[in-house]
């Protein structure tokens, strides 16, 4: 297994989707997964440092795991089929190992609220990783904005055929005349 960090949630321009960016330690190799809304709201507020008014499910867990007596050892990326990437939480109780299967976004919601340590079977990063130098962008494949880059209102494009329909209304007002008067009288 390979360790790695979370680089970044990462928003689509295109469609509003998310990605979480996961980068490997020692190298330029990163890892992105499509994720939910929901699911990377949680895993930006725990990395952000964010505390809910009310526990969100990932904090339940934390606290259900802790209550029991476990604590989560580690999460992995354990595998992509079809595009569908699978992991799994590692939780260590009371002298055994038990092993939850997840989808990889509660995973790392969960890792990151427990600093437990994030890792990828190499296999999935041989077949999902891509390489940039220390000077690309992250950019899986559509232009990509972080969560608060998405959330500003792209400006709208304005050009003379945009602004046609202004120019002909204003171009049928009679400016000579105030308005509710009109030469048309009974």
């Given amino acids: 297994m390979i360790r790695v960090t979370v680089d970044s949630i990462r928003v689509s321009l295109l469609t509003q989707h998310r990605v979480v960016v996961l980068r490997e330690t020692d190298s330029t190799r990163y890892l992105p997964i499509w994720i939910g809304a929901f699911e990377a709201e949680a895993i930006a507020m725990a990395i952000q440092g964010h505390e809910p008014q009310r526990p969100l499910t990932h904090d339940l867990l934390k606290a259900m795991i802790g209550d029991l007596g476990g604590h989560i050892s580690h ?5 992509m089929q ?12 009371q002298g055994r190992t038990i092993e939850v299967d997840a989808r990889p976004s509660d995973a790392v919601a969960l890792a990151v609220r427990t600093e437990a340590p994030i890792y990828v079977e190499s296999h999935v990063l041989e077949q999902a990783g891509v390489y940039f130098d220390e000077d690309e962008q992250v950019a899986p494949q559509e232009p990509m904005a972080t969560p608060a880059e998405a959330e500003a209102e792209p400006e709208p494009e304005v050009n003379d055929e945009s602004l046609s329909i202004f120019r002909d209304f204003i171009n049928t007002l009679n400016l000579d005349e105030p308005p509710g008067q009109s030469g048309d009288k009974p």
Avoid: G, K, L, N
């Fill in 82 to 93: 079809d595009s569908t990437f699978y992991a799994r939480i590692v939780i260590e109780q």
């Fill in 75 to 79: 999460i992995f990326v354990s595998d």
